[in-house]
């Protein structure tokens, strides 16, 4: 439902991703619960690249890496729906009147993607997701916890006497080699 959601406007395409026994994906130990960590891998809107920028070598163990977004040439291209403006090529005014602003103008932070501001527009889709999800599941509640750099979710029953917690991380593919890298 979340990559329905956001499938129009030029914001990561979201979905999860696919890790064969992942460090990053899986249960862990929450208190008196367990949470469940699952990797979401960001794919660029239509219009616009990533590139990922790895720490140096002391932050390497922590496999964090920054993501650059930049806009590309979609002059020639054919969007697969409808028709659409290049971002590079288009006067400000053509696109101000017939394009959503693009990611660099909404979830970036000079040219790099913000977590923070990624996590927020996340929660909203997340709970605008959970609404659209028919039927909803039966006697099961969805709380968004407060976070700044993941999305973390606590489902729990009617009676409040059983939960699970959620954390989703933002991760981009690195290279064709399966392997993905945390955007921090
Ligand atoms: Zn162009």
């Given at each position: 439902m979340c990559q329905?959601?956001?499938g129009k406007s030029f914001v990561p395409r979201v979905k999860r991703?696919?890790?064969a026994?992942?460090?990053v994906e899986g249960w862990t130990p929450a208190g008196n619960s367990a949470a469940y960590r699952q990797l979401i891998s960001l794919e660029p809107p239509w219009g616009h690249t990533f590139h990922?920028?790895?720490g140096t070598a002391e932050e390497m163990p922590a496999r964090t890496s920054r993501l650059r977004v930049e806009l590309e040439c979609t002059c020639t291209r054919q969007h697969p729906?409808?028709?659409m403006l290049c971002f590079l090529h288009h006067s400000r005014e053509q696109l101000r009147g017939n394009q959503g602003a693009s990611l660099l103008d909404t979830l970036c932070t000079g040219p790099y993607l913000d977590v923070e501001k990624t996590t927020s527009w996340f929660q909203i889709l997340v709970k605008a997701a959970w609404v659209m999800t028919q039927p909803l599941p039966r006697d099961c509640y969805l709380t968004v916890l407060p976070s700044r750099r993941s999305c973390r979710l606590r489902l729990a029953n009617a009676s409040n006497t059983q939960c699970l917690l959620i954390e989703m991380m933002f991760g981009v593919q690195h290279g064709d080699s399966?392997?993905?890298l945390i955007v921090t």
């Open positions: 329905k959601l956001s991703a696919a890790v026994g992942g460090a990922l920028e790895l729906a409808e028709d399966g392997t993905f």
